[in-house]
Structure formats: C-alpha cells, structure tokens
C-alpha cells in the first residue's frame, strides 16, 4: 500500500439513494457506534451492527478498501478499528451523502478532531481569517464543479515528518497549489481553495475544497491526478528520498564501473576473435549497411519500421549484457522504491527499447551505425570542405605612373595615354573597349611594348572582343622581346620588373619562376617598389626560392612604406596571422586600413576592374574599413561591367545566399556565374558544376557538370579535382574512370586536401581499385591525419584489425553512453529544497508570493525529479 494515500472525488449534484444518504447523514450526526465505545471495549470483536453498517458502506463506496483504516480493520477487526474505519468512509463521502455543498464544507471545518486554527479548522493561502459561513455561501452557490482532495498519511509517517499539526500542512498546501491548479486546468489566477486537517487517532487526513472563480473552468483527468500524487509525495517524503537518492549516487558509479568493464571485456574479445559469434557486431553491420542506403534524416523518428524493429533488437541486445543487465535491475529497484511512496501497483518492467528514460539510446545506436558506414566508405567528406577562397586572389599591380624610360618600343605618348582613358575609364571618358583595342593595336603595331600588354590582357579576358587565347600570346610574346631590347639597350627597374611579371605568370613563354626571382632581385634591389611586392610574393609561396616567411615579410614592409597599397595588403595579412612574425592585430588593423586607403586612391586614377573588386571585397568582409554590403555590392558591378571574374562570381554568391532573392535576381546570377566561369574564374566553374550536379536551384545536368568540374580541375582546383574523382569512382552518374579518379585524387592531396589524401590511403590500404600498398596507405593517411583528419587517425591507428575494432568501440561508446543515461535518470534532486523547472509555473508562483502570504523563498524553487504516474 502507497504511503499517501490520495483521492480526489468532486460535487455535481443529481445524487441517487437519499435514503441511505438520510440514514448515514444520522450517523455523523450521532456519531453511534463511534464516540460511545469505551476504552474497556476498544480491543473487543465489532459489534453485529457495526459490521452490518460497514458491509453497506463498502458496497456503496469500493474505493474505502485502499484507506490505511481498511488495513487496520484487515488486520485486526476490533470495535475501535471498525469505528474508526465507518467514520473515515462516511468523511470521505459525506459530500454525497448530505447532497449539499455548503454541509460538506461544514462538516469538514467543525467535526470533532479538526484541528481549529480560528473557531472552526478551516484554512487557506495567507494568514487572514476566514468566515465559515461565507466560504460555504460561495461553495453552495457556485455552479460549476468541486474538487474534494483527501491526502492521507500513517500516524508514524505525519509524527516523524512534521505533517500532524494543520499549520504544518497550510504551508505545504499553499506553496503547492499552483500545481495543483496546473493539474486541475485551472489559471491559478482564479483558482480558490480550502482545507481542513483532522488529527484522527490512527491516521491524520487533510479535506481540500477546490474550484476556480470561473464555473466553465476545470478537468482532472486521470493523469492529472497521479500527478498530484507523485509530485506531493515527492514534497511530503523528500528528506527520505534524500536517502534513495545517495543510494542512487553509489549505485550509479558502480554502474560506470560496470559499463567500463564490458567495454574492455568486449574490445580485447573482438581483437582475439573471441567475441566473433556474439550478435551485436553483425546486428551493427547490418545496420550500417541498411543506412547507407536511406535517404533522409538518420534519426529513429524518420526511419521506417524494419529498420526501427532492428534498432530496438539492438538495444535489447545490448541490455542482456551482464552487467548492463544488473544496472537496469538496480535502476528499477531504486526507481520502485520512489513509486511506493505513492503507488499501490507498480509499472510492469519493460525491455530497454520500450523505456521512454532511456530513448535516446536508440539515436545512440543509429549514431554509431552511420559512423561505422562512414568508416567503410571510400570518402570521408561529410562536414562540407572549405570552398570559397577566404581571401581576394592575388592580383598583379598595374603601374600607376609612366616608365622612367621612354622610347619607340615603350612609349607613354598620347595616344597611348587616351587608348588606357577608353580601356579603364576616367577624366570623364566612358568605357569604350573598341575604341581602346583599336588605339592600343595602333601603338603596338608601332612596336610599344606596353600597348602590346594590354592588348593582350583585353583578347585574354575578353574585353571588346572575344576571348582569343591565341592571339593573346602572340602580343604577350612580341612584348616581352620588346622588353628584352630595351632592357639590353638601356637597364631600368621598370623593364626589369616587366619582364619578371610576364616570366611568373608565363605570358609570352613558358612559366619560369627562376627567371622572375632573377629579374624581380635585379629591380627590388634598385628600391622598385612593385617588384619588391612581386618578389616577396615568390619568398612567401616559395617559387624559384625556397620558401622563406621571414625575408617576405622584409620585401613587403619596404615596399608598403612606400605607400604600395598592394604590399601593405599583404603585410597585413601576415601580422594577422602570424606567419614569419607574431600576431599584431594593431599593426594588421592599421596596414589593412592603408591598404584599403591606398587601392581607392589608385581607383581614382585608373578604374581597374581588379582593383574594384578588392575594394568591394574588403567592404564586403569589413576588412580596413566599417562592414558595408550595399556599398561592396555597387563595387561589384562596376567590376563585372569591365569583365572581372572574381566581380560577377561574388554578385552570384551575394544572389544565391539571399533567401529574399527572386526568380529573375536568381537567373541573373546565374548568368554572372556563367560568364565569370567562361571567363576562366576557378570558384565560378566549381560553383556552377555544383549547382548543374545538386539540381536545387537550377536543372540538374550531369554532363555541363562534368565539364566544369573538369575545367576548374584542368586550373588545379583541388576541390573540383575531388568532386570529380568521387563522380569517376563511384561510376553511377558518370562511366567509372579508376585511372583518372586517382590521377585527380592525387593532383588534389598534393594540394594538401585533406579528404583526398584519406581517399587514397584508403585506397591503398584496402586494395580497392588499385594494388594494395601498405606504404602508400601510410603516408597519404599521415598526411591526411596531420590535418586533423580523425578518420585518417583511426585507420593509422588499426591498420589491420579497423573494422573489428570499429564495431568494438562503436559497442563500447553505447554502454559508455547508457551508462551516462543510467545517471541521469537515477540523478538526485536537491536535498532541501522543491525545485520547479516550469518557468512560466515558477514565474507565477513568485508573482503570488505575498498574496498566498508566503516569507520570500519559502517553496519558492520547485522541482520533484521523479515524477511517475
């Protein structure tokens, strides 16, 4: 039998039986049977009319079997036990007997052993006194429903925990009515309540009157009910509980003992082959297996109903293990030990599987599972790689003022002077691309090298003309012999600089890096300032010199102290990072502002498409200047209108990434996207095979993905190389290519991508689609692991034993993870106090505080933690 007894009947009139009522209404009035026994005869066998008297009661009123008086009378059936037992039926059923309200609310407030706190034993919220007869005035008059809560406690119980005196239990009732309001959905606002404690011999009880201020209101439901019995419990038995609760604590280390033990008995039986035959490791391929061919969210609420059957079987599999079967015994023994304080039937045990506390075990399970997957899949790729590049590309200076030599074959003549007016704008002359390529072909066919240049930066992007790679090359060729002569006829820093630009970037010739360091040193060391940026530029990527930090950082102070934004840019870059120095934000802050100030003023001069679009990058990151979107997006514009790449691929990215974007924005976008890729822009080809491969926001077209995938790779775009490579190795979309996909993979690892280096190690390792080669494997796992790859960790950890070892440690994290619900669902509450976690419940409560005539902080932080119907 609980040790509270609760019960919770309610008025609504219309009664049958007024006979009977009649005759039991006599009794209380008389009280027969009752006040007459005397001591001598307390102890004797019950009268004939005693027993007659309770046989009637019983059958009208079935529930009386559950009062702590029925297991006196069970136990022994004397006349003081019978009388007792008949009196407490008649109370808790007098409300039906009498068939008024206001006799009720009467009989409970006056009837011999109320404990009076005024002239009569009826009390509530508060300290002020109240008038009986106006309480029952109200209660007769009011229309709707009216709850009788009836709390019942042994003597031994109330006498050692303080509940045998009325003033006890109105400060217990008063902190606990919100959430009896709560359970009978009524706003506490209108919720009225009043009660009576009767200080019986045997076992005190307190009578509750309960209705909200508003007839429509209220409904106690079943659950609503046990909730009350389990949270007032919980109040009324806490400092026990507080016994349970540290038994619960030692119980529960020795659960994470136990967890520890299996996880180690399992792992050193996987290795040895011991646990081969046991069922979890195949149950978890098994399901593994099954999600890697489901779509959508790898969670047990979206999978389908085979696949959840296999999920609960592993969780039972998992609870027969012997020592998570002895926690789940000790678990449920505990969690008992709470329900008796108000439970007379406790729950039947249930499989793990079907435990709502431990739930989450099963998400545990599909975790792992998916993991398991991930490790036998050739890609490891999940989080999304790093595709954008975090900082403008470099790009080369042009000359902000004329040669310091002139001639035939390098001249700034007028011409010249208005063909670079029509090419880039300014001094009110508006673009005009024709005009500039025939003025500039004009000089060049005259032998200007400079002219030669330019022209074969317009056939190069496309500017005026169509994109003329060929003819490009010719002028870049012609110009760099120009340079040559010059060079040999007269030495200048200018020349030399030129031709060190065309040497790095291979225009006009074969890429040659050693001859860009030669002719760069030759012109920085005369003070040059564009070529000591150029040259510090091949120190930092450690082109036709080893790489050298420190020597960078040197070549692009001296440039930037000579007001050379470019230099300060890239001197800034590194302060932040702290690459070839320690990290200085002021100094980077400072040389990031300079920059910024410095590429507007040039602007002014040229209105260079690429030095429009470092500024719209910078405003657009905040980057030596305040953050301004609208302002980088006008930059933008004016950039792509000249045919900038980097320009038309932000505006797509600024379209694509904006939810508010329209349909017609998005095709415009798309249309930038395009001509940034077809312009040779590697993030735009990338992007746009993205786009073609998902089939989200425009058709889906595997074939024009391909292509500019391979474009972008064709430009050594380490991501498009491996996107690539997982299209020819998976041979679903596109025809299997081994070859290739491992020539992709590898130009992509060299690059340091992470993901490409653990494909082929995996490759390697497991002999898939090439020959095994245990070296290979390792080094290509190594580097990737260096990066912070765990997968690559995994594997180099268990070479040779991974997949054993994998479902091992899979088991092992789920008994960990079981045992860490173990504890917190055995977790103790505080040992003092009711803590409430319903906010909007504790908001109100402090709301009511001085009107429910409470000291501040007198129940005033609730919480009962194990709440069980």
Same mark, same amino acid.
């Given at each position: 039998m609980p040790r509270l007894i609760f019960k919770c009947p309610y008025i609504k009139g219309g009664e049958q039986n007024a006979a009977r009522r009649e005759n039991y209404v006599r009794y209380i009035s008389t009280r027969e049977g009752v006040e007459l026994i005397h001591p001598e005869n307390a102890d004797s066998p019950a009268t004939s009319k005693q027993e007659e008297l309770l046989s009637n009661l019983l059958r009208d009123f079935p529930d009386s079997r559950k009062l702590f008086e029925y297991e006196d009378y069970r136990e022994a059936p004397t006349r003081a036990n019978t009388s007792e037992l008949i009196t407490r039926i008649i109370e808790d059923h007098v409300h039906r007997l009498t068939g008024a309200k206001e006799k009720y609310l009467e009989y409970i407030a006056t009837r011999p052993r109320a404990e009076k706190l005024e002239s009569h034993g009826l009390f509530t919220a508060g300290t002020n006194p109240l008038a009986l007869s106006q309480v029952a005035e109200e209660i007769s008059n009011h229309t709707g429903n009216v709850w009788l809560p009836i709390f019942s406690l042994r003597r031994e119980d109330a006498a050692r925990l303080g509940y045998d005196n009325a003033e006890r239990w109105r400060e217990l009732l008063s902190a606990f009515a919100p959430r009896l309001a709560d359970a009978m959905k009524i706003p506490f606002s209108s919720f009225h309540w009043y009660a009576a404690f009767h200080n019986e011999g045997h076992h005190p009880h307190v009578h509750m009157v309960c209705c909200s201020a508003k007839p429509s209101e209220g409904f106690l439901t079943k659950e609503g009910i046990a909730r009350i019995r389990s949270q007032l419990a919980g109040e009324i038995f806490r400092q026990e509980l507080t016994a349970v609760y540290r038994e619960q604590t030692h119980r529960r280390d020795e659960l994470g003992t136990a967890a520890r033990d299996v996880l180690e008995e399992l792992i050193e039986q996987l290795q040895t082959g011991a646990g081969e035959d046991g069922r979890l490791g195949p149950m978890m391929e098994q399901l593994s297996e099954k999600l890697s061919h489901t779509t959508g969210k790898k969670q047990y609420g979206y999978l389908k109903a085979p696949l959840k059957k296999l999920v609960d079987e592993i969780v039972d599999e998992l609870a027969k293990e012997p020592q998570v079967e002895k926690a789940c015994g000790l678990w449920y023994e505990l969690r008992e030990e709470v329900l008796r304080t108000h439970r007379d039937n406790l729950p039947e045990r249930i499989p793990l599987s079907q435990q709502k506390e431990f739930k989450q075990i099963k998400n545990m399970v599909i975790r792992e599972a998916v993991r398991l997957g991930e490790l036998s899949s050739l890609f490891c790729d999940k989080d999304e790689e790093k595709e954008e590049q975090d900082s403008p590309p470099d790009l080369e200076p042009q000359q902000d003022a004329p040669p310091d030599v002139s001639g035939p074959r390098m001249e700034w003549s007028a011409k010249y002077r208005r063909a670079r007016r029509c090419l880039f704008g300014g001094d009110g002359q508006p673009l005009d691309f024709e005009q500039a390529f025939w003025l500039l072909q004009a000089e060049a066919e005259k032998g200007n090298a400079l002219a030669m240049c330019d022209l074969g930066r317009m056939l190069t992007d496309g500017l005026g003309r169509e994109h003329d790679a060929q003819?490009?090359?010719?002028?870049?060729?012609?110009?760099?012999?120009?340079?040559?002569?010059?060079?040999r006829e007269k030495p200048s820093r200018y020349t030399e600089y030129r031709i060190g630009k065309l040497y790095a970037a291979g225009l006009g010739c074969e890429q040659d890096y050693n001859e860009a360091v030669k002719w760069f040193t030759v012109s920085a060391?005369?003070?040059?300032?564009?070529?000591?940026?150029?040259?510090?530029?091949?120190?930092?990527?450690?082109?036709?010199?080893?790489?050298?930090?420190?020597?960078?950082?040197?070549?692009?102070?001296?440039?930037?102290?000579?007001?050379?934004?470019?230099?300060?840019?890239?001197?800034?870059?590194?302060?932040?990072?702290?690459?070839?120095?320690?990290?200085?934000?002021?100094?980077?802050?400072?040389?990031?502002?300079?920059?910024?100030?410095?590429?507007?003023?040039?602007?002014?001069?040229?209105?260079?498409?690429?030095?429009?679009?470092? /500024?719209?990058?910078?405003l657009l990151h905040g980057v030596g200047t305040e953050q301004d979107g609208a302002a980088a997006k006008a930059w933008f514009e004016k950039a792509s209108h000249l045919g900038n790449p980097h320009a038309q691929y932000q505006l797509t990215r600024i379209a694509f990434s904006d939810p508010a974007s329209s349909e017609e924005q998005i095709q415009r976008a798309l249309g930038w996207l395009t001509k940034s890729a077809e312009g040779g822009n590697v993030y735009a080809q990338y992007d746009l095979g993205k786009l073609l491969l998902e089939g989200e926001r425009i058709p889906k077209d595997m074939q024009m993905a391909v292509q500019w995938f391979s474009a972008a790779a064709e430009q050594n775009n380490q991501f498009a190389q491996y996107r690539l490579a997982k299209l020819l190795l998976d041979g679903e979309?596109?025809?299997?290519?081994?070859?290739?996909? /491992?020539?992709?993979?590898?130009?992509?690892?060299?690059?340091?991508?992470?993901?490409?280096?653990?494909?082929?190690?995996?490759?390697?390792?497991?002999?898939?689609?090439?020959?095994?080669?245990?070296?290979?494997?390792?080094?290509?796992?190594?580097?990737?692991?260096?990066?912070?790859?765990?997968?690559?960790?995994?594997?180099?950890?268990h070479l040779d034993d991974w997949r054993k070892t994998a479902i091992s440690q899979g088991v092992g994290r789920l008994l960990h993870q079981l045992g860490n619900l173990f504890r917190a669902s055995s977790s103790p509450g505080p040992a003092n106090t009711l803590r409430i976690t319903d906010r909007k419940l504790l908001r109100k409560l402090r709301e009511k505080k001085q009107a429910m005539g409470l000291k501040s902080g007198s129940h005033g932080n609730s919480d009962i933690r194990m709440e069980s119907p």
């Open positions: 003819a490009a090359n010719e002028w870049y060729t012609r110009a760099l012999a120009s340079f040559h002569a010059v060079e060391n005369g003070g040059y300032k564009y070529a000591q940026y150029s040259l510090a530029g091949l120190f930092y990527r450690g082109q036709g010199v080893e790489q050298n930090f420190q020597r960078a950082l040197e070549l692009y102070t001296v440039s930037a102290e000579q007001d050379f934004p470019y230099a300060a840019y890239e001197l800034a870059k590194m302060y932040r990072d702290g690459v070839g120095c320690l990290r200085d934000e002021a100094r980077s802050d400072r040389w990031f502002h300079c920059a910024f100030q410095g590429f507007c003023g040039l602007e002014k001069q040229s209105h260079d498409d690429r030095l429009q679009y470092r /500024i719209g990058w910078m979309e596109v025809p299997k290519d081994t070859e290739k996909a /491992i020539r992709l993979l590898t130009a992509a690892a060299e690059q340091n991508n992470q993901f490409a280096q653990y494909t082929l190690g995996k490759l390697y390792l497991l002999g898939k689609e090439v020959e095994r080669d245990r070296e290979a494997a390792v080094y290509w796992l190594t580097q990737s692991a260096e990066q912070g790859n765990e997968y690559a960790k995994y594997f180099l950890e």
